[in-house]
Every structure is written in structure tokens, then in C-alpha cells.
């Protein structure tokens, strides 16, 4: 299992440097880049790999019912097995459609329930891995589902509890980096509104990184994604 380093409590600079040491051992692609494409409309894109199976309801079709602790179990489960750092090479690609299947068909009930659960600060270390695998679907489904895609826009809008230990400060901003470039490759627009609008200096570090990167990643020339980020913050500066 991998934990978060240990973070020293309220002293800014190690707390810098544990958020980029969990950045580099948390953010991860959840599956291969696809074809490179400059469009950043809002209009929906599927995952090469991942696309939603035949016949999938999205949430927005699908009639919304709460999730039984099973259910929920369950969900978490087949979550772990599907998105994990081996998973995509290492999978049969019809059992990870199976898989995918199954987790779609809890529809909108499903993508409330990871919502809260990202909502909220972990407590503990066991709480971490299970978020990465919340995350990486999220931001899957936000390509087909745009309820899905709505949940991630609602997380990246919350406050930062105050009372969260930079230890687990550090999973948090992780999770809102990762999702806001989910969110950044299939609508910029909103992307760069929520963008302007954090002040954390070390999260908005790490959001621009990621949404830059996973620009760069679906083929828009760097040029042009550094322009976008300088116009929502002109001190941005390209990651190394």
C-alpha cells in the first residue's frame, strides 16, 4: 500500500515539498493519451481504451437510486482492480470492459457517492489508495457522463477544510490536481474559471501543472497551452 510521505506541520516549505513528492507519487494517467486533438469545446470525448460499453446508460438516463453498503463495498472493490497503476497493460481488455460495464450500470447513484466521498478530507491512510481509484474514474466517465463531469466541477469548487493536516492536505490537493485536468481536456472554459479562482498558491501550482500537462498530453501545442494558462494567470511558467 502506498502511503503519503510525512508532511512536518506548519512549516510552509516542507509542506511544498511534500505536496510535489505525493504529486509525483499520486498523479499518474489514468489510461494511454488519446489521439492527439486541439479541439477544447465542451463536447464530449470518449477514452480509446475505456469508452462506455453498448448499451451503458449514462447517469443522466439513468433513474437514481442510493447505493446499499454492499453496493458500496463492491464499487470500491472493482474500482482498486480496474484503475490502478497496472491495471491498463496488465488487464484482459474484455474483463476490464466487463468490469467497466458493471460499474457504470449504478449510474448517477454511483458518481453521487464517490462525490461525498471526495468531499470529504481522509482521516487515515487506508483512506488514500481507494481516492486514487475514485479519482481516475471520474475523470473517465466526466468524458461521456456530463453529471459525472458536474461532480468533478462541484469538488474542484469546495473550500479547503481549515482544520485538515498538511499530511492529508497534501492527498487533497493531489485529488483536485488530478481532476482539474481531467476536467481541463474536455472544457477548458470552465476549467480556466475555476482556475482563477483558487488562491491557494501551492494547489493552484499544481493544478496549472497538470492542466498544462494533460493539454500538451491531447495534443495542443505547448505554445498555445502556456497561452491559455498565462491568461488565467500571466506568472505561469512551463513544469519542467
Not at 512549516?11 to 499520486?26: D, E, H, P, Q
Not at 480496474?82 to 460495464?101: C, M
Request: charged share 20%; no cysteine; net charge neutral.
Amino acid at each position: 500500500m502506498r502511503n503519503p510521505p510525512k508532511l512536518k506541520p506548519l512549516l510552509f516549505v516542507s509542506a511544498l515539498i511534500g505536496v510535489i513528492v505525493i504529486s509525483a507519487l499520486y498523479l499518474r494517467p489514468s489510461e494511454p493519451h488519446p489521439a492527439p486533438s486541439t479541439n477544447l469545446s465542451t463536447s464530449s470525448t470518449q477514452s480509446p481504451l475505456f469508452p462506455p460499453p453498448p448499451g451503458t446508460k449514462t447517469t443522466s438516463q439513468t433513474v437514481s437510486t442510493t447505493l446499499t453498503d454492499a453496493q458500496k463495498t463492491e464499487l470500491l472493490s472493482d474500482l482498486t482492480q480496474v484503475f490502478t497503476n497496472d491495471a491498463v497493460v496488465s488487464l484482459d481488455k474484455d474483463f476490464l470492459k466487463e468490469k467497466l460495464s458493471k460499474l457504470n450500470s449504478h449510474g448517477e447513484s454511483s458518481i453521487r457517492y464517490l462525490g461525498e466521498q471526495l468531499a470529504e478530507s481522509p482521516t487515515n491512510d487506508a483512506e488514500v489508495p481507494p481516492r486514487i481509484a475514485m479519482v481516475d474514474y471520474l475523470v473517465y466517465r466526466s468524458k461521456f457522463d456530463p453529471i459525472a463531469k458536474n461532480t468533478i466541477v462541484s469538488i474542484l469548487t469546495l473550500p479547503i477544510g481549515e482544520n485538515i493536516s498538511p499530511r492529508y492536505k497534501a492527498v487533497v490537493f493531489a485529488d483536485r490536481a488530478e481532476l482539474f485536468a481531467g476536467l481541463s481536456g474536455i472544457d477548458w472554459e470552465t476549467a480556466a474559471k475555476i482556475l482563477a479562482q483558487v488562491k491557494e498558491p501551492i494547489l493552484r501550482e499544481l493544478m496549472e501543472a497538470e492542466g498544462y500537462h494533460r493539454l500538451v498530453g491531447l495534443g495542443t501545442d505547448p505554445e498555445y497551452a502556456s497561452k491559455l494558462l498565462k491568461e488565467v494567470n500571466p506568472s505561469f511558467k512551463i513544469p519542467s
